[in-house]
């Protein structure tokens, strides 16, 4: 499980959305995404050769993913007035609630997985994993992306 019962965002639940933070994130994870890819492609071999670029690209996913998931939560709460179960429901319920396409939402949704094993390390960063997630940098991408237009087509949220 993911992390249970979070409290962040719940401050604002039935509340307009606060559309300065959630923005901050979205940026954040547009300037992230860019300064992982102005790296280029980055193998499991690469990384595992490297401690410098294995610890760069951990800690840039996590953050991106982390901003992903303040977001997710952020507007779950306020949409629905209910706190997901943990991280993975808050990116499921942005589908749910017709923010992102459904199926978009669940591809991204075990996105926090990831972000766990970063924070809370697990002993051994995976670098085979890592490079696997560098490969789906247009995920974040579209999210932002798919952020930025449901507060566009929202402006009274």
Not at 113 to 131: K, M, S
Request: proline share 3%; with cysteine.
């Amino acid at each position: 499980m993911d992390t249970p019962r979070s409290t962040k965002g719940c401050d604002t639940m039935g509340e307009r959305l606060d559309r300065e933070s959630i923005d901050a994130h979205v940026h954040h994870v547009r300037a992230i995404v860019q300064e992982l890819r102005r790296r280029g492609a980055v193998s499991a071999q690469q990384l595992q050769a490297s401690t410098e670029l294995l610890w760069y690209a951990a800690y840039g996913l996590q953050m991106a993913a982390q901003n992903a998931i303040d977001v997710a939560m952020q507007i779950v709460v306020s949409l629905s007035g209910e706190a997901p179960e943990d991280y993975r429901g808050a990116l499921e319920g942005l589908g749910r609630l017709h923010v992102l396409d459904e199926a978009f939402a669940a591809q991204i949704a075990p996105m926090p997985g990831l972000r766990n094993i970063l924070v809370h390390g697990y002993l051994r960063l995976d670098a085979q994993r890592l490079a696997d997630a560098l490969g789906h940098l247009d995920d974040l991408t579209e999210f932002a992306r798919g952020i930025e237009a449901f507060l566009a087509a929202n402006p009274k949220l």
